[in-house]
C-alpha cells in the first residue's frame, strides 16, 4: 500500500482521506495543518496517526512517499517544490498553480529528482467522463459548448460589511471564482477540445477586487465555448455541448452524473454508468496504479494540467485580475 501524507484539514481532504482508504491501496499516515491541535482532530477520527505544524519536519519526518496538497491556491507552488525536493510524489488540488513559470519550475525539477506530480482534477478521472469523451466524439462536427459552472458558496456570507472574507475570496490566496470553480469548466473545454486560439473573461469583482462570477468565451477555429462561472448564485440548470442538430447534454460539470445523446431527430439516448458515492474515489483509485506502476498517462496528465493553467493565467490577465505574487 502507498503512504499518503495530506497538507490542509478541510472538506475536501476528509474526502479525500476516506476515498483513499476505501480503494485498499493506500494508508494515511501524516497530517500538516498550522495548528497541531486541528491536524488532530481532523487526522484522529480517520485513524491517522502523524501529525505535524512545521512543514520541514512533515517532509523530513514524516512517514509517507505521495503528498497531497490541499491548501489555498497561492501555497501550492511552494509546498509543492518543497516536496520534490523531498523526493515526494505529489497530488496537488487543483488549480495547481497560479502562473504558467511555476510548471515550467516543477518540471525542470522533477527532471532531477525520482518522483511523479498529478493535478486532483477529479472529474476528468471517473467513467462518466469518459463516457462523455465519446459521446462529444459522436457529434457530426463541433459547433459550440455551454459549460455550466455556477455554484452558491457557503462562504459568501463572509463577503457582508464586518465579516472577514473566507480564504478562497481572498486575492492573497489567488482565490475567486475563476480559480475556484472555473477550473472545472477549463477542465472539460481543454480536456475535449484541446487548446483555444484565443481567450477572455468578463467577471463581476466584490469590492475587494475578487471575482464572485464571470463569464469566460475560449475561441477555437470554428466555434466558441462559453463557461458560465459563479459562486454568488445557484443554478440547476446542465450543461450542452453543440454538433448541428444534434446535442450532447451534461447533467452538472461540478458533479458529473449523467450524461445524454441528443440524435438528429431529438431522440435521448442516456448513457447509465454508475458514479461512486465518493466522488473522489476513481482518482485515488487511478493514482494509485500510476504510482504504483508509472506510464506515459503521467506525462498526458502533465500537459493537460500545464495547459489549462495556461489559459486560466490568460483569462485572469484579460480581466485585470491580479494576485500578490504576480
Known amino acids: 500500500m502507498l503512504k499518503l501524507g495530506v497538507i490542509g484539514t478541510s472538506w475536501i481532504s476528509k474526502q479525500l482521506v476516506e476515498a483513499a482508504q476505501a480503494t485498499k491501496k493506500w494508508t494515511v499516515t501524516s497530517v500538516y495543518s498550522r495548528s497541531l491541535e486541528r491536524a488532530k482532530e481532523f487526522g484522529e477520527p480517520l485513524g491517522i496517526e502523524g501529525f505535524f505544524d512545521d512543514l520541514e519536519s512533515f517532509f523530513s519526518k514524516g512517514n509517507f512517499e505521495v ?73 457530426p462536427q463541433v459547433d459550440g459548448a455551454y459549460l455550466n459552472v455556477r455554484q452558491y458558496s457557503s462562504r459568501m456570507h463572509t463577503l457582508t460589511p464586518g465579516q472577514k472574507p473566507a480564504n478562497v475570496f481572498k486575492p492573497e490566496f489567488a482565490g475567486g471564482a475563476l480559480m475556484d470553480i472555473g477550473v472545472y469548466g477549463v477542465y472539460v473545454a481543454v480536456s475535449l477540445f484541446g487548446m483555444p486560439n484565443a481567450c477572455s473573461y468578463t467577471p463581476v469583482l466584490h469590492k475587494n477586487e475578487i471575482d464572485v462570477s464571470g463569464n469566460a468565451l475560449l475561441k477555437y477555429d470554428n466555434f466558441f465555448v462559453n463557461i458560465d462561472i459563479a459562486k454568488n448564485t445557484m443554478t440547476y440548470q446542465g450543461s450542452e455541448i453543440y454538433g448541428s442538430k444534434e446535442v450532447v447534454g451534461i447533467d452538472s460539470i461540478l458533479d458529473m452524473h449523467k450524461v445524454a445523446y441528443y440524435d438528429a431527430e431529438g431522440k435521448k439516448h442516456a448513457s447509465r454508468i454508475k458514479v461512486p458515492d465518493n466522488p473522489l474515489y476513481e482518482e485515488m483509485n487511478e493514482f494509485a496504479d500510476l504510482f504504483i506502476n508509472p506510464d506515459e498517462k503521467l506525462f498526458d496528465y502533465w500537459v493537460l494540467s500545464a495547459q489549462v493553467g495556461e489559459v486560466l493565467n490568460t483569462l485572469r490577465q484579460s480581466a485585470g485580475i491580479k494576485f500578490p505574487d504576480d
Open 67 to 139: 503528498v497531497y496538497i490541499a491548501s489555498p491556491n497561492s501555497l501550492h507552488f511552494k509546498q509543492a517544490k518543497m516536496a520534490i525536493e523531498h523526493d515526494k510524489n505529489v497530488i496537488v488540488e487543483k488549480p495547481a498553480f497560479t502562473k504558467p513559470k511555476q510548471y515550467d519550475e516543477i518540471a525542470e525539477l522533477l527532471d532531477t529528482h525520482d518522483c511523479h506530480f498529478i493535478e486532483a482534477a477529479r472529474h476528468i478521472h471517473t467513467k462518466i467522463f469518459r463516457k462523455l469523451t465519446d459521446e462529444v466524439k459522436k457529434l
